[in-house]
Each structure stands twice: as C-alpha cells, then as structure tokens.
C-alpha cells in the first residue's frame, strides 16, 4: 500500500504561480511512477504530468505548453508539480496518483490515488 498526500493548493491570481507536493509513505521501496490529474466538476479527470521514479523521464498534457513542471525527490518520496503562468480554466482540484503500469495519460494506469488539493485561479 502507498499513501498519498497533496499539498500547496490554494488561490492564485491569473499569470502567478503554485507548487503542488505529493508526498508518498508506506511501500516507498515500490514506487514505479508518479502523476498529477486534475478534475472539475461534470468533467472526467484529465492527465496533468507524470515522471518516472527511477529515471526521471517526465510526460505533460497537451495544454500544459512548458508553463508546468513535474519533479521529484527521491530522498523525501515527493513529487512536485510547479505551475506557472496559472489561467482562470487551471482551476480545479489536482490529484496526485501512483502509477503501476500502462499509460501516463489514462488515470485506469494508477492505483493509489491522494484525496487532492484544490487549485483556485482567479481573472
């Protein structure tokens, strides 16, 4: 079992900035890969960012166009989102998930999930 717990949510005016933390105990020692969705109200959960645990590689939804960055620290089991040049349409609340197998981009790839943090991007 891994748990996961999200951090760093909060409101922020258009054009600013936020860093999510997600950090990960319990079987640490398995970790595979992390990502971060993001989901509004009606709406299905939409693939934010991933990274691979071991070898960093990182992977970005399509509207992410360089204003995110996902990261991690290995040594604190944590993995960070930066957000940048924040828009009124990134509001929503932001989970972050573990990965076992299949796609970054499909949340059925993700089998622990945190309980999310709420992301607030005013006009």
């Known amino acids: 079992q891994v748990q996961l717990v999200e951090s760093g949510g909060g409101l922020v005016q258009a054009g600013g900035s936020l860093r999510l933390s997600c950090a990960a105990t319990?079987?640490?020692?398995?970790?595979?890969?992390m990502g971060w969705f993001r989901q509004v109200p009606e709406k299905e959960r939409e693939f934010v960012a991933g990274?691979?645990?071991?070898?960093?590689?990182?992977y970005y939804g399509g509207f992410v166009k360089g204003r995110f960055t996902i990261a991690r620290d290995f040594a604190k089991n944590t993995v960070y989102l930066q957000m940048s040049s924040l828009k009124p349409e990134d509001t929503a609340i932001y989970y972050c998930?573990?990965?076992?197998?299949?796609?970054?981009?499909?949340?059925?790839?993700?089998?622990?999930w945190g309980q999310g943090t709420r992301v607030t991007v005013s006009s």
């Open positions: 998930a573990h990965k076992r197998s299949g796609s970054y981009y499909l949340s059925g790839s993700y089998d622990y």
């Open positions: 319990g079987r640490t020692d398995s970790l595979y890969a």
């Open positions: 990274i691979n645990w071991n070898d960093r590689n990182t």
